[in-house]
């Protein structure tokens, strides 16, 4: 699908939700000079006039009136995950493009009718994955894609983070599942749902078990999947919010030809056979709110030039049925 380009002028930005996750917005935007944001709303009025007094933009009362403003380009959609459709929804019929916090949706029907609205009212639908773009995630994507670890065998990727019960207590959403989608999986291991399906394809699920082990909350709090990708290759992706005080996020790489490791998101070791390949040095993690502002920057290009969203609609929605067919595998119940 292609969307018309706005050309070379500054992308203008509206943003719906104004919590946890919005001042890595502000920050982002504030330092791009081709984007801005000129305007917020949130259910909740006073989390919206303390985020426009912290960054002086302008207050919507309601969500019609944000997408409703003529100066709004697009839409930031950051609030709870379960609510990203019914949000989204609302501003592309406005004909407003889209930036939708990971994951996409809790839903896939949901998320299947968000693709369909962008679709039908010409916008771009684009899904936050910040991991994508640290700089150690793409010189390993371009090692791959260059074969040079030969057939990949084996992938790895471990989330063994660490949530207090002060954080799922921290919003009634967290940790449910009409509204968060499930725990660790769903929220934290998304992201490298997304690194795994971008980088070796739609894998699927042939065994799984997740369980909720300490937190009081509905959905899990551990997940393992053991999946095959459609090269053949084997792999294995962990996510848990249990793990005290919570060690980095890890991607190993191994292949007939070489191995690669990415600790949060930084090349941390390169083997190749028949080569000497020093460990980049410099190809580290984008943290927040750099890695949202380098997407963001992405985002902004393509739609000054009419070109598709880096990450989409449907990337989006790759890494959502993979999150959902570890639960179906595990019989985890929603
Ligand atoms: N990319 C990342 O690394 C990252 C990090 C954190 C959060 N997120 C995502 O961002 C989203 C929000 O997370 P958060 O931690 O900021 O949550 P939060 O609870 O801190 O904030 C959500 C905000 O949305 C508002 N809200 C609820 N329903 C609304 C509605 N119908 N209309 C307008 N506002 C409404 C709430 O009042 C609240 O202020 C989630 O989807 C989460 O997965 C992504």
Redesign the pocket.
Known sequence: MTVPALGDRRVRFGL???????DTYAAALAGLASAELVAV????QD?AAAFCRRHRTAQSAS?EELVSRPDVDAVCV????G??AQ?AVVAAEAGKHLVV???IEVDQAAARHLIEAAARNAVALNV?S?QRYNPGVLHARALLRAGRLGDVVFVEARVPWYRSQAYYDS?A?RGTWAMDGGGAFM?QGVHYADLLCWLFGQPSVLAAHCARLDHEMEAEDLALALLRFPSGAAGALVASTLCYPGFPAELNVHGTGGSLRLVDGALVDVQLQGADVPTPADLGRLGMPDGHRAQLADIVTSLQDGSAPPVSGEDGYRALSLVLDTYRAARWKR
């Not at 719906?16 to 919005?22: D, E, K, L, P, R």
């Not at 950051?78 to 995950?81: D, E």
């Open positions: 719906a939700g104004c919590g946890v996750i919005s709303h949130d259910a909740d989390r969500l950051c609030v709870p995950s609510l990203h949000v916090e990971k994951p936050v910040q919003a959403w929220n």
